[in-house]
């Protein structure tokens, strides 16, 4: 690539920090709630949905009062949801996702018929794999599964049919599908980039979401009962958290806009990737690595302490400061999903040599709300997340660290299905918030006069 002489972006990029930085206190005099948050942390209400419901707190005379989390899908409690499976012996995802997506709980001849639909609708289409995946590995696994399935509007002829059947074939095409599009794009990324063996292996029609995932990805393809069952549970509650979270309200905003369904959930993808969401699993596993190599007693909540002092610090980890897997934007006493979670975890972990780096997680998430009280002075209630005990849970079932952020985005297509349905329904208007302008007006300088009109202000 030929070198342009005199173009030097650092420079240019300095200059535009210089112009486009904005005073944090002016959010406070033109009253703007960054983020789309009021100022005691609570979202602003955008919207209104039938779908979920993630309730944490309170308002008691204008001020939040913590309560236990609760995440209910279309009026039932995930833990009721949870508990009627594990009490049946059978799995739930599929199940959650009727729900989610028709308003109510299948019949057993209704769950029948919608898992066989599934399982027929997990084919790529023809030269998919080959041309989408094989010939433009990535080494992020997101990356793929956003591109794949912006990808599928190529090879769909109905891809611009507006109707709420054809709406609707297509989000079940894309849950079905996901599953299969992550497996194959890691395989490739395996022998691309870390010069092992690719191994793909055909569907198996039989198979429900939970077994398809750990068949495609163990070269044996061999899993335990229990084990797709911890997974599938895994994906139930994954599968939908309210029309607020990042990347379902991106799915909103862009299906507000009337654009086709394959850009909308790529988008909800793109939004997931992020490490200030669906992103953040991996960070946890990456912080209790680095925790497991510089603590000598994982044991010893003393020394732990002083590790997640010198953390809060920036002094060790990635530098951020973060506990991850800590607090939550609506929880506050207690996030449903990592209670149940943590349950689940212990019982795969209890007795083996992993329960050792459960028990650390454990004492870190103990102990986070007093060391955060201390060194910032920050008294609210503070629970763990979803992603706190999720990554250790995915390494006990042998996925790879890479795929914990996939399979968030495999579970939540069913909740990104779901809004954009509703958005259709009784949206009927482009979301387009307001943003207040703070530029000055300036005079137009001709571009001869601007080199000498610069030195002049410098």
Known sequence: MPIISGFNIKNLCSELVENSSISPSLYDKYHVKRGLRNSDGTGVVAGITNICNVHGYVLNEGEVDPIPGELIYRGYNINDLVNSVEEENRFGYEETVFLLLFGHLPTEKELSQFNAYISLRRDLPSGFVEDMILKAPSKNIMNKLSRSV?????????????????????????????????????????????????????????????????????????????????????????????????????????????????????????????????????????????????????????????????????????????????????????????????????????????????????????????????????????????????????????????????LFAVARMAGWSAHRMEEIITGKRIIRPAYKAIAKGKNYVKLSERASAYKQEI
């Open 150 to 406: 912006l990808a599928l509007y190529s090879y769909d002829d109905e891809c611009e049919n507006k109707s709420l059947e054809t709406e609707m074939r297509t989000a079940i095409g894309l849950i079905a599908k996901l599953p299969v599009i992550m497996a194959a794009a890691y395989q490739v990324k395996r022998r691309v980039f870390d010069n092992q063996s690719m191994i793909m292996h055909p569907i198996n029609y039989e198979e429900n979401t939970a077994q398809c995932i750990l068949s495609l990805l163990r070269p044996d393809r061999q899993y335990t009962d229990d084990e797709a069952k911890m997974l599938d549970r895994l994906l139930m509650l994954q599968a939908e958290h309210g029309g607020g979270n990042n990347s379902t309200f991106t799915c909103r905003v862009l299906t507000s806009s009337g654009t086709d369904p394959y850009s909308a959930y790529s988008s909800a993808i793109s939004a997931l990737k992020g490490f200030r969401h669906g992103g953040a699993n991996i960070q946890v596993i990456n912080m209790l690595d680095n925790f497991k190599a510089n603590i000598k007693h994982w044991n010893d909540e003393g020394e732990v302490a002083d590790y997640m002092r010198k953390t809060i610090r920036k002094e060790t980890n990635d530098g951020s400061g973060l506990i991850y897997g800590m607090g939550h934007a609506v929880y506050t006493i207690s996030d449903p999903r990592a209670v149940i979670l943590k349950k689940k975890a212990f019982e795969l972990a209890e007795g083996k040599e992993i329960e050792a780096e459960f028990r650390l997680l454990e004492t870190i998430e103990r102990l986070t709300p007093e060391i955060f009280a201390e060194m910032k002075g920050n008294t609210k209630a503070m629970c763990a997340n979803v992603d706190m005990y999720s990554g250790l849970v995915y390494r006990m079932l042998g996925i790879p660290d890479e795929l914990f952020t996939p």
